[in-house]
């Protein structure tokens, strides 16, 4: 689970950083504009929906592999309020990773094979299904398990502030490797967003930020030894109304969450927990929500569905039916045919499938 060199491993360079061998983690070969470096495509876990499409993707934009045929990708994903947060996804056989450490925790998820890490003066032994959490500052290595066909796995690289926003100071992990299955598909989950539509997509940004503080904060309460901060925000509803407010003006171009928590001067944390309790749900579902409902009168006037798309904010036709489907249980196309004057009656007609836009 590895990334860049931190101010105790050396001086970080392009040079340090790229290859196998060498003090860095990253087995990448070359860096695009858009901060992502590719050696080809993850090949470890299970690569399916948005998995595909983001391989695909950086299949056609920067394919490249090492000699060994590994592969590795890296990305920067924005959070909003100027911050950033780097992802790896990767797949080595016999990379083997250098003494090193890194200046932001690491947390990773094993999704195939198993991993060997010297960490604090031990042997970490990490198989499928694992949390990995690794201290700032840490030295550690990584390599593949003898007799083992390789591994493959997901990281990030939050700085220590993300960690601390949910605790009265900065948690402490006494055990490395983690047994939590759910926390490891829901990591996983929302690396799998980070790396995609994030990048793009102001809805995916703002949902995948909201999780990835709701992860972060269960993964310091659940295995941390820092005390939890205070649950209860006061004037919580009034807060949550006013968070409400401002999304609903800014429909198109919502502001981030760390934008949100610094405009009523809480933490992310205790923001999202303001808004779930008085609202019922986070602050990106019910953005969601209230985009397919001004999407609704636009499609009862007779906007078509890709227009409507982009007049509530959607990235696209696809992202409006995805969120219209699971809010209403039909699709855009065939909610504005059985809502227009003339159109077919409701049991006439399966208004699950896709009408004609």
């Not at 060997?116 to 031990?122: A, N, P």
């Amino acid at each position: 689970m590895h990334g860049r060199l931190g101010t105790n491993g050396g001086e970080r360079s392009d040079a340090d950083d790229e290859g196998t061998g060498t003090d860095a983690g990253r087995a990448d070969t070359g860096r695009t504009d858009a901060g992502r470096a590719d050696v080809g495509r993850n090949d470890g876990g299970d690569n399916r929906g948005d998995d595909r499409r983001n391989d695909r993707r950086n299949d056609r934009s920067n394919d490249r592999r090492d000699r060994n045929g590994e592969r590795a990708v890296w990305t920067r994903a924005p959070l909003g309020g100027g911050a950033t947060l780097d992802l790896l996804t990767a797949r080595f056989d016999r990379h083997r990773y250098a003494p090193h450490c890194h200046e932001e925790f690491t947390v990773g998820v094993c999704v195939a094979g198993r991993e060997i890490i010297d960490y604090r003066g031990g042997r970490l032994d990490v198989g499928a299904g694992a949390v990995v959490v690794l201290a700032p500052g840490e030295t550690h290595t990584g390599r593949p398990a003898p007799g083992d066909d390789g591994y493959a796995y997901r990281a990030i690289y939050p700085a220590p502030r993300l960690l601390a926003e949910a605790t009265r100071g900065l948690p402490h992990f006494r055990e490395a490797v983690v047994d939590d299955r759910e926390l490891a598909s829901a990591l996983y989950a929302a690396h799998t967003a980070l790396s995609g539509d994030a990048a793009t997509d102001s809805l995916a940004a703002f949902t995948a930020e909201s999780r990835l503080a709701w992860l972060l904060s269960t993964l310091a309460h659940r295995h941390g030894s820092a005390r939890p901060a205070p649950d209860a925000v006061p004037g919580a509803a009034a807060l949550a109304r006013a968070v409400r407010d401002r999304l609903a003006e800014d429909l198109r171009t919502p502001p981030s969450l760390a934008e949100l928590a610094a405009e009523t001067g809480l933490s992310r944390y205790q923001l999202l927990r303001a808004f779930r309790t008085t609202m019922g749900m986070p602050p990106y579902a019910w953005l969601a929500q209230h985009r397919v409902a001004r999407a609704r009168g636009l499609l009862e006037a007779g906007h078509r569905p890709a227009e409507v798309a982009g007049l509530v904010g959607f990235a696209d036709q696809a992202h409006l039916t995805r969120w219209f489907r699971r809010v209403t249980g039909v699709t855009p196309a065939a909610y504005r045919t059985s809502v227009r004057p003339g159109g077919p009656a409701a049991e006439g007609r399966n208004t699950v499938q896709d009408a004609a836009p």
